[in-house]
Every structure is written in structure tokens, then in C-alpha cells.
């Protein structure tokens, strides 16, 4: 079974990566990798699935719930953000920045309602085979494409060539690699929680 899940991990992978490279084929100079694309609409699917299964595995897992609602909470939060064009555009300007707030003040009492049970629940999250992928994930996302992001070293390295879409495309390919991650922890971590439960 874990041949097959790492033959469709892998393919999983290859897929967005030729997603992002068919979005180029296609539109060519034209393709901006901006909020209007393919590999943009990707990440707001991959966050929305994460969300999903580390909240399905919140309802199936007592011991992992706390850590679970953190995740689920942590992918929420990412889908927010990836979605702020459209929440500015249709709600309102800020919108996603208040939809953010509320949701870290739900995370925070439910927290403080559970405060005594919190570092045991991480602590058993740890153990899971899921742990080690969301944290590659989380790092991918949140440090490493930030730091391959930054427009000052793409400056450096073309100089007065400097083409801004390729900056984006680094960046947004390694995002989308961090959020792939994230979300093959949170497959994991379901089938983890459910082998637990039919034990």
C-alpha cells in the first residue's frame, strides 16, 4: 500500500509541476502567474482540500483533535489569503484581513478553553508520519519561497535583464510545492487517524 500511495504522491507532484509549466506553454509571454491564473486557482485547492482533511481528521481523532483544529486553522488562514483579490474585489477592501482576525480569535479561545491539553495533543501530532511532511511544507512556503522571492536577488542576478515574471514564476511554483506538501501531510494525517480508529 505505501508503494502505491508514494507512486501517486509522486504523480500528484509531477502534475502540478507540469500545471505550472503548461500555464507558460500556453500563454507563453503573455503568462503573468499573477492572481487571474492556473497555478493561482491551484493554490486556493490545495489549501481548501487541506483544510478539509485536517478538519476531518479533527472529528475522527480525540488524542490529535487540538493539533488537528490547528492545522485545519493554519489552512483556513492560507485559503483566506490566497483568496484576498476576490474577497477585496467582492466583499470588501480589507475583507480578507477581517476574516483572518475572526478566525484567530476563534482559534485563541477555543485554546484557552483547552489550554491544559495543548502540548500533549502537539506532542502526539509529532509522532504521526504527517509531521515531518507538513513541516517541510510549512518551511517551503513560508521561508524558502519568500526567500527565493525576494525581487532584490532576482535584481542581482539579471541586472538590467531583471524580468519580473520570473521572479513570480519561482515563487509561485515553490508555493505551490509547499502547499502540495501541506496538503499530502494532511492525506497522511487522515489515514493515520483512521487506521487509529479501527484499531
Known sequence: MFLLRSFIYLLCLAGIASLIQLEGFTLQ?????????LTEHMQDILTMLSFILFFYASRINSKLKIA??????????????????YLD??????????????????????LITKRGTIYNSIQAYAQTPSYGICLAGLVT?????????????WHAVMGDN??????????????????????????????????????
Open 29 to 37: 509571454q503573455n503568462a503573468l502567474y499573477s492572481e487571474e491564473t
Open 68 to 85: 488537528c483544529v490547528l492545522l485545519a486553522t493554519l489552512a483556513a488562514i492560507m485559503f483566506v489569503r490566497e483568496f484576498d483579490t
Open 89 to 110: 474585489m467582492y466583499v470588501f477592501d480589507g475583507a480578507w484581513q477581517a476574516i483572518v482576525y475572526s478566525i484567530l480569535a476563534c482559534i485563541i479561545v477555543y
Open 141 to 153: 512556503l513560508l521561508a524558502f519561497s519568500r526567500m527565493m522571492g525576494k525581487g532584490a536577488f
Open 162 to 199: 531583471y524580468v519580473r515574471i520570473v521572479k513570480n514564476i519561482v515563487e509561485e511554483g515553490i508555493e505551490t510545492l509547499g502547499y502540495t506538501l501541506i496538503l499530502i501531510s494532511a492525506i497522511e494525517l487522515v489515514l493515520f487517524c483512521r487506521k487509529q480508529l479501527n484499531n
